[in-house]
């Protein structure tokens, strides 16, 4: 499946629909629809909160596809280069005083995926994940 | 978001339904901030009917419980689907706030 986000976060819902829609197709249970459409939200947000600097209007392109012993995709945007995986972990664990909130988001996407990996090309930020099944 | 508001001898409670992201945490935050502002101390959010949530969600709830421990309050929280729940527990939430299972537990 492959489809198109603008940056809005309205676009939030489309991209929780498509990826409903996604799942009921191959048959994916309600576990893995809830960690795909975290580790893409928590991605998704990132490109269009901190990705564009101008006022206009950007794609965000996306595909995910059922492989035999998992899922796959792709994210590829034109925004400022971010690399998620230089991100810092956040403190877990530490005293609510202490806690931070950003970095949380990274942080779950690499807890819920099997593999990350992130390029920079032509401009494009380009991340492809792995979700094993 | 669908929110209902209600008083409980032990606590103020707001029922808080639907999906916690981005484009809806601010209302979250608006609710939750006007609630605390009225000076109440012991909150519990009822996150029965909610379906969905992401860092967003998680920083809003982060902030109102560091406003309200500075009033000597607390909030609570019950009923969490177990997706939601595990994603309390990777972010270490669920050492935060006190979590009760059933909205039942949590009143009683």
């Keep these: ?114 593999e990350i990996h992130y390029q920079r090309q032509l401009g494009k930020n380009i991340i492809k994940l792995k979700k094993k099944l | 978001m669908q929110f209902s508001e209600e008083r409980t001898e032990k606590f103020y409670v707001l029922n808080a339904g639907g999906r916690l992201d981005a484009s809806t945490s601010s209302s979250f935050e608006e609710k939750l901030t006007s609630i605390i502002d009225s000076g109440e101390k012991n909150i519990l959010i009822n996150f029965k009917n909610l379906d969905y949530i992401s860092s967003m969600g998680l920083r809003v709830l982060l902030q109102a419980a560091k406003k309200i421990k500075s009033n000597q309050g607390t909030i609570s929280i019950c009923d969490m689907k177990d997706n939601i729940l595990e994603v309390f527990d990777i972010a270490g939430f669920t050492q935060v706030f006190q979590i009760y299972k059933s909205y039942n537990e949590a009143v009683s």
């Design chain 1, 1 to 114: 499946m492959e489809f198109i986000l603008k940056n809005k976060i309205s676009q939030l819902n489309k991209l929780a629909d498509m990826l409903k829609i996604f799942c009921a197709e191959n048959d994916l249970p309600d576990n893995i629809l809830f960690d795909l459409n975290l580790s893409l939200d928590e991605l998704v947000t990132n490109i269009i909160s901190y990705g564009f600097d101008d006022n206009k209007e950007h794609d965000i392109n996306i595909s995910v596809e059922k492989i035999e012993n998992g899922v796959e995709i792709k994210l590829e945007d034109d925004g400022a280069e971010f690399n998620p995986l230089n991100e810092n972990d956040p403190k877990i664990g530490a005293a609510l005083e202490e806690m931070e909130v950003g970095g949380l988001g990274i942080y779950f996407v690499k807890n819920k995926m099997d």
